[in-house]
DNA sequence: CCCTCGATCAC
DNA sequence: CCTCATATCGAGGG
């Protein structure tokens, strides 16, 4: 600890083992030892879709998250495996008695997604990771206890660097950086490891001769910023040396809601594809007035039989939560592209409400304006 | 500064 | 023949 400053932050990240295989294995616990696969359906045959996600033993025949069922299967051929339909309700219900077992142990808290949270520990234990990592374990015990879920947490002095550290050792792990180890920790690593460079990041940091964090580190501010705009280029830099500043902070409500799925078979015809759209619309403005909220925009994704993703979006005279309203733009707006793309194939079609804000009181202005 | 759209990430 | 949901960024137009 440098002197006359702060004790040093100490971050955990709280990250679920293979999540909803985990609670499948429980909701069935003769599934155990063996390779349990949850899927996406898509409803086109028998087996289209994707994995979802799966546990060890399936990692271990090389399936894993977003690989066809089809491949699964053929991967699995020899062994006795199980593949299971996604049952999202019942993953939302165990993750939210997880994140209120989880909530109290830190002074702030933030879930960042289904099976991820982080807490901060920095003031109650004034920077003295021994104790950290004593509560890691706690939690760890907890939860399985409680759950019987694993899980892996990671201990660091920033959001940033408590990520990757439970990204290390997976799963039912702990993985713990001081602030004196992070250079040697980080250096090492491959800058894949960083959250927020995926595939094409990493291939053009490659182009740089980058492969590396330590690499990484090695090139100037401005040089990134050339390279990926001034934010990125930014975040790599601070990144490459394992600084953040993020503060764990409760999320604010979702900014938007979207619903997409695959049609039968790929078409042109408006016709075969206004009601599945309807659908889509109609489950998307659910889930909005759910949350009492009301759009502002509302937007059509389309993904062609090339896979290639286009959308259009329009941003109405007044938010609403009005299901005609929300499903009218919608059908607009597949026209209108369908139109600007003639003769496009549509796989998939999606309906996207953004521009969200809160309805609580303000209802209708409009009733005070006209009249 | 707002809108639209595509790209990227990660789940 | 490749799911689903969300967030964020940057470019380009206005």
């Known amino acids: ?37 949850v899927c996406v ?39 006795d495996a199980t593949f299971i339909p996604m049952n999202r309700p019942h993953y939302e219900e165990i993750s939210t008695r997880i994140m209120d077992i989880l909530e109290p142990f830190g002074n702030a808290f933030e879930k960042a997604g289904i099976d991820e949270a982080y807490l901060e520990l920095t003031s109650s234990i004034n920077g003295d990771f021994e104790k950290a990592e004593q509560i890691a374990h706690e939690i760890k015990q907890t939860i399985l206890k409680q759950e019987q879920i694993t899980c892996t947490i990671g201990v660091a002095p920033n959001k940033l660097l408590a990520k990757i550290a439970s990204d290390y050792n997976k799963p039912n792990g702990l993985t713990v950086i001081r602030p004196e180890d ?47 705009g001034s934010n990125v280029g930014n975040c790599l830099y601070l990144a490459a ?42 489950s998307a403005t659910l889930k909005l007035t759910q949350r009492a909220m009301t759009c502002k925009t509302v937007s059509i994704i389309a993904i062609l039989g090339d896979l290639s993703i286009h ?6 005279e007044s938010p609403t939560s009005e299901e005609r309203i929300i ?33 609580s009181g303000q209802t209708d202005i409009s009733r005070f304006i006209d009249q």
């Open 241 to 282: 040396r394992g600084e953040d500043e993020e503060p764990v902070k409760g999320r604010e409500q979702p900014t938007q809601v979207s619903r997409i799925a695959t049609l039968k078979k790929d078409t042109h015809e408006i016709s075969e594809i206004l009601p599945l759209l309807e659908e889509l619309a109609s």
């Open 327 to 359: 499903a009218q733009a919608s059908k607009d707006l597949i026209a209108q592209f369908l139109k600007s793309a003639q003769s496009a194939l549509v796989r998939r079609v999606g309906v996207k409400l953004s521009g969200l804000s809160n309805r």
């Open 1 to 37: 600890m440098s002197p006359a400053s702060l004790p040093a932050r100490i971050v955990l990240h709280v990250d679920l083992d293979y999540f909803y295989a985990q609670c499948e294995e429980n909701l069935n616990p003769a599934l155990r030892g063996k390779p349990v696969v």
């Open 182 to 228: 992070v250079k040697a920790f980080l250096g090492e690593l491959q800058v894949n490891r960083i959250p927020g460079v995926g595939s094409k990041t990493e291939q053009r940091l490659h182009q740089l001769k980058v492969e590396r964090v330590d690499q990484l580190a090695r090139l100037d501010l401005s040089v990134l910023q050339k390279a990926f």
């Open 311 to 316: 959308s259009k979006s329009k941003t109405l």
């Open 41 to 79: 359906y898509s409803g086109r045959t028998g087996d289209s879709g994707a994995v979802s996600t799966c546990n060890y033993q399936a990692r271990s025949y090389g399936v894993k998250a977003g690989i066809q069922i089809v491949r699964a299967r053929k991967l699995l051929e020899a062994a």
